[in-house]
């Protein structure tokens, strides 16, 4: 039985609170014929859902740095225009952060999504009212990583009086379990997003609906029949 005490929640958005692929695979589609790339298949196309897209371009399909940027800029300009709002919340979703605010959990949002367009989501599907603080990718404030931004969402967490000291992460992708591991915090991978099973590799446990991951955050304990251990 593995023990979980969690003070703070870091929680993922594409893939886990929202499933914002139609949006992102759309956008991502004409950015690359925009730099007259070739489109990949759809299995491929799934990999870009979650991690920063520029790392995509360059190390899944392999374009050169300038011909990445340029695919980069008009996937922002495409994603914000239509892409952002074409995703939904998960089914269970509201009523997991109503159950985890209502227990007094403080949660935040970490994403490889640039911060602005996390805020617009989460505005727009009503839940930000639940969480703490929105945090994600910035040129600006030179924050390109997720360990950036959870280490960012971290120190918002403190400038608020959040106890951070046991975060927990909770996302559907393997980068999420390790860039939160980088930084000595656990994850709890969820099934239900854009990951595959082997993605859970390194989490401490793994849920395969938001019901799950309420009960096992409520408890505080993962117990048979609540949660299945992640692969080792």
Known sequence: MTRLTPTCLLLD?????????????????????????DIPEAPTLRTFIGPPMYES??????????????ALERYRTEYAETGALDSRPY???PALLDALAGAGLPMAV??????DQAER??????LASRLVTVCGTSDGAGRETKRAVIRECLDRFRTYGV????????????????????????????????????EA?????????PEMLAKMLLDATLRPGQASPAPS
């Not at 886990?16 to 790339?37: E, N, Q, Y």
């Not at 371009?57 to 340029?70: K, Q, Y």
């Open 13 to 37: 958005l594409d893939g886990t609170l929202v499933d914002s692929g139609p949006g992102i695979s759309a956008s991502v589609t004409k950015a690359l014929l925009s730099v007259g790339a």
């Open 163 to 198: 106890d951070i000291s046991r975060p927990l992460m909770v996302g559907d992708r393997g980068y999420d379990v390790d860039s939160a591991a980088a930084e000595g915090i656990a994850t709890i991978h969820v099934r239900w997003g854009y990951g595959d099973p082997a």
């Open 110 to 115: 970490a994403t490889s999504k640039v911060e």
């Open 57 to 70: 371009f360059r190390h899944v399909l392999g374009l050169d740095e300038s011909t990445a940027r340029r």
């Open 121 to 126: 989501i989460t505005r727009h599907h009503g």
């Open 201 to 209: 590799a390194g989490a401490v446990a793994s849920a395969d609906s």
């Open 91 to 93: 089914d269970g979703i």
